[in-house]
């Protein structure tokens, strides 16, 4: 199919409105009964070959070990047990209220308690609504959704192919639940004290130097889907630095600057794939060579054929 096919928010901005609800529900399941992870890498979801998954989860939290699945081909909700049994319910004609306690039951059928903490959303406009009140958010079409998942798939794996340059630590490409956005971020070795009124959250998660890189699909700030790339904490004289290619800039996002690609633009382009590279390239050196990292020494070239390998 094609390469970054068109998805504008206004096109299925109620279905997402819905679906980042369903997925905040699924979320807070996996935040609860996963193991906790440094910068939050627990958190996450990871695209699969017909949607996003939690991955396993439970033991140590007391229950068997389950996932729970969004399937954008069948479009279907699939929870499952390492005894593997499963429960599922269409996506399709549901209200957040709706699906919540269709999930609470599928994973009771499992023998999984599925409870969480905090069952609102989680920096959204109604942050302050239980889901289970919630039948407000009930759009759900299917070819946008399936749109979304596609559009998801091939971004991962760009920046998947982007992650394999870097041989520092880096984190893996994963899909934000909170934030509806799919990202990878490289850390430098050198610590950043964060002071203890930023929170346990942004203590942790950026207790490092950090360029961060990703993809979101628009919101009411920036109404468009966009490539982007941050660097945390920011240095001085940032946004001097060029970006690639010349479409792509810098704007101000309330705490620092984003280096934004649009995805129309990188669309446009002769080669999307080459583009998309490009500038997250560019936005890399920006923010880490001001910050001072060995940008030699980190580099990890793509392409080499391991002689072992080579071999059999």
Not at 35 to 62: A, E, K, S
Not at 97 to 117: E, R
Not at 207 to 215: C, I, P, Q, W
């Amino acid at each position: 199919m094609e390469l970054f096919p068109a998805i504008p928010l206004d096109s299925w901005y109620d279905t997402k409105q819905t679906l980042h609800r369903f997925e905040q529900v699924v979320g807070k399941i996996r935040l609860q009964h996963s193991p906790r992870r440094n910068h939050w890498w627990n958190v996450p979801f990871h695209v699969t070959g017909r949607g996003i998954t939690t991955r396993p989860m439970g033991l140590v939290d007391g229950n068997p070990v389950f996932t729970v699945d969004f399937d954008f081909v069948g479009h279907r909700l699939v929870a499952a047990n390492l005894d593997g049994r499963t429960a599922s319910f269409p996506l399709q004609g549901h209200s957040v209220a709706s699906f919540y306690l269709g999930l609470q039951s599928a994973l009771d059928s499992l023998g999984v308690d599925g409870s969480i903490p905090h069952a609102t959303p989680f920096d959204l406009p109604d942050t302050g609504r239980p889901f289970t009140e919630d039948r407000e958010h009930a759009a759900y079409v299917p070819e946008h959704a399936t749109r979304y998942w596609q559009v998801l798939s091939q971004v991962a794996l760009i920046l998947e192919e982007f992650a394999a340059g870097f041989s520092g630590k880096t984190s893996p490409v994963h899909h934000f639940w909170h934030t509806f956005d799919i990202a990878v971020t490289r850390f430098s070795p050198h610590p950043v004290p964060q002071p203890r009124e930023a929170g346990q959250l942004v203590r942790e998660a950026y207790s490092r130097e950090a360029v961060s890189f990703g993809f979101w699909f628009g919101d009411d700030h920036i109404p468009e889907p966009c490539f982007y790339s941050y660097t945390a904490p920011e240095p001085d004289g940032l946004t001097d630095r060029r970006l690639d290619p010349p479409s792509a800039e810098w704007v101000s996002s309330g705490h620092g600057h984003l280096a934004l690609l649009r995805y129309a633009d990188a669309r446009k382009s002769p080669d999307p794939r080459a583009t998309v590279l490009e500038f997250l390239e560019s936005a890399y050196r920006a923010g880490a060579g001001l910050a001072g990292w060995d940008l030699d020494a980190l580099a990890c070239p793509r392409g080499i054929t391991d002689p072992y390998l080579a071999g059999r």
